[in-house]
């Protein structure tokens, strides 16, 4: 195992380790809210774009985006380019790499793949397979105005920072449920007033993990 790296200077290649490596307790899937659906989840996918605003060497930042009030599900929240796979994917990076390229104009050929971290389970029913990559920069983006209203970067080290997020419980209504179900959901305080939450959130805080990063 590589020694432990700085979140700043965490290479590429420790970043792969890292992310071929098993979770805390073994490879496993998120099927925590399997049983409150009658139908199977969807197959979905995102990107995590990796970036380094100031050049080779400077501090990661990690991409997002701001959906817009028009999209069907998680209006104008906070999230990573992704979406349903569709037939014609073959796995889950092509889905990512397909939905970065119609949401923020992404060429799927300027993305160094690094690797997935393991499927979550959704409120709304979908298995989300996180998929890491880096992207250069700048890039001339191109966002898709009926899905994505902004992009923006936070640096990894504010998010892996513990004093920066917390845990709250929300209630849900499942569909089919008369009586809510209360879940445990990550909350980022608001960077640069856009705030993290739910299972962006989440997603980000397995990666910081399992990179060995958390401060």
Same mark, same amino acid.
């Given at each position: 195992?590589?020694?432990?790296? #700085?979140?700043?200077?965490?290479?590429?290649?420790? +970043? +792969?380790?890292?992310?071929?490596?098993? #979770?805390?307790?073994?490879?496993?899937?998120?099927?925590?809210?399997?049983?409150?659906?009658?139908?199977?989840?969807?197959?979905? !996918?995102?990107?995590?774009?990796? *970036?380094? @605003?100031? #050049?080779?060497?400077?501090?990661?930042?990690?991409?997002?985006? %701001?959906?817009?009030?028009?999209?069907?599900?998680? $209006? &104008?929240?906070?999230?990573? @380019?992704? #979406?349903?796979?569709?037939?014609?994917?073959?796995?889950?990076?092509?889905? !990512?790499?397909?939905?970065?390229?119609?949401?923020?104009? *992404?060429?799927?050929?300027?993305?160094?793949?690094?690797?997935?971290?393991?499927? *979550?389970?959704?409120?709304?029913?979908?298995?989300?397979? @996180?998929?890491?990559?880096?992207?250069?920069?700048?890039?001339?983006? %191109?966002?898709?105005?009926?899905?994505?209203?902004?992009?923006?970067?936070?640096?990894?080290?504010?998010?892996?920072? @513990?004093?920066?997020?917390?845990? %709250?419980? %929300?209630?849900?209504?499942?569909?089919?449920?008369?009586?809510?179900?209360? +879940?445990?959901?990550?909350?980022?305080?608001?960077?640069?007033?856009?705030?993290?939450?739910?299972? &962006?959130?989440?997603?980000?805080?397995?990666?910081? $993990?399992?990179?060995?990063?958390?401060?």
């Amino acid at each position: 195992m590589p020694a432990q790296p #700085g979140m700043s200077d965490i290479t590429e290649d420790e +970043i +792969i380790c890292r992310l071929a490596m098993p #979770g805390e307790s073994g490879w496993y899937e998120d099927v925590r809210y399997q049983s409150f659906f009658s139908e199977p989840s969807w197959p979905a !996918a995102v990107l995590i774009p990796f *970036l380094r @605003p100031e #050049g080779s060497g400077s501090p990661w930042h990690v991409l997002l985006t %701001r959906r817009t009030d028009l999209v069907a599900h998680h $209006k &104008s929240q906070v999230a990573f @380019p992704g #979406g349903r796979a569709d037939p014609e994917d073959h796995n889950p990076t092509q889905t !990512a790499l397909r939905e970065a390229h119609e949401e923020i104009g *992404l060429q799927p050929d300027q993305v160094r793949i690094l690797g997935s971290l393991e499927p *979550l389970h959704t409120i709304s029913n979908y298995r989300v397979v @996180p998929v890491i990559g880096v992207i250069p920069w700048p890039y001339p983006f %191109r966002l898709e105005s009926q899905e994505v209203s902004r992009i923006f970067s936070i640096p990894l080290t504010w998010l892996a920072n @513990p004093t920066h997020f917390e845990e %709250r419980v %929300r209630q849900v209504t499942f569909p089919g449920l008369t009586q809510p179900k209360e +879940i445990k959901v990550i909350y980022y305080q608001a960077y640069e007033d856009e705030v993290l939450w739910g299972v &962006s959130a989440e997603i980000i805080l397995r990666l910081i $993990k399992r990179l060995g990063l958390l401060a």
